[in-house]
T-cell receptor, first 113, second 113 residues
Framework: KQEVTQIPAALSVPEGENLVLNCSFT??????LQWFRQDPGKGLTSLLL?????REQTSGRLNASLDKSSGRSTLYIAASQPGDSATYLC????????????FGTGTRLKVLA | NAGVTQTPKFQVLKTGQSMTLQCAQD?????MYWYRQDPGMGLRLIYY???????DKGEVPNGYNVSRLNKREFSLRLESAAPSQTSVYFC????????????FGSGTRLTVV
């Protein structure tokens, strides 16, 4: 059974710091991995979608990497800003069943001004 | 382009009452999903519809029913609400492509008293 873990559960950093959020999964048989952002009381916004054949994807100050063989993904945020404060979730799309996504429980990020 | 629309956004029910959460997508997606999100437990799949005319149970289906009314709409019904069903409910949809990622609705915050 696929399990997705995100550590740490919460993180506080000063503004301007570069940071890395971690996501690990137990079964490497995935189609892709998606990173989401969730603001308090809001829905999930897709940030990056990285296919199993890819090593990384970039969007602005965000870079996601994927090492399928080791079951790990990282989300790198450059030059963090207070507006980056949110919960970040990763989800993997399994190759079994109906290819649904399995979610981690998220990392709650606070960027201090 | 509306994407995935969920109604209502907020609802308070008394124990034993019934209600239907509505979800509609205008992206011609094949598959639709209902998740619930609870603190510390991440997103858990309730039911999904891989294609029009099919529905299947997810991880936590007890106390819920679903209807895939047509390709656009996927509703979630609580027949007799219980306090344990207090949660935030999210609908998501995805195309038939295995390379695709989820698009989420903005959620329904349900409180059962």
């Amino acid at each position: 059974k696929q399990e997705v873990t995100q550590i740490p559960a919460a993180l506080s950093v000063p503004e301007g710091e570069n940071l890395v959020l971690n996501c690990s999964f137990t079964d490497s048989a995935i189609y892709n991995l998606q990173w989401f952002r969730q603001d308090p009381g809001k829905g999930l916004t897709s940030l990056l979608l990285i296919q199993s054949s890819q090593r990384e994807q970039t969007s602005g100050r965000l870079n996601a990497s994927l090492d399928k063989s080791s079951g790990r993904s990282t989300l790198y945020i450059a030059a963090s800003q207070p507006g980056d404060s949110a919960t970040y979730l990763c989800a993997v799309r399994t190759t079994s069943g109906t290819y649904k996504y399995i979610f981690g429980t998220g990392t709650r990020l606070k960027v201090l001004a | 382009n509306a994407g995935v629309t969920q109604t209502p956004k907020f609802q308070v029910l008394k124990t034993g009452q019934s209600m239907t959460l509505q979800c509609a997508q205008d992206m011609n997606h094949n598959s639709m999903y209902w998740y619930r999100q609870d603190p510390g437990m991440g997103l858990r799949l309730i039911y999904y519809s891989a294609s029009e005319g099919t529905t299947d149970k997810g991880e936590v289906p007890n106390g819920y029913n679903v209807s895939r009314l047509n390709k656009r709409e996927f509703s979630l019904r609580l027949e007799s609400a219980a306090p344990s069903q207090t949660s935030v409910y999210f609908c998501a949809s995805i195309t038939a492509s295995l390379a695709a990622g989820y698009t989420f609705g903005s959620g329904t915050r349900l409180t059962v008293v």
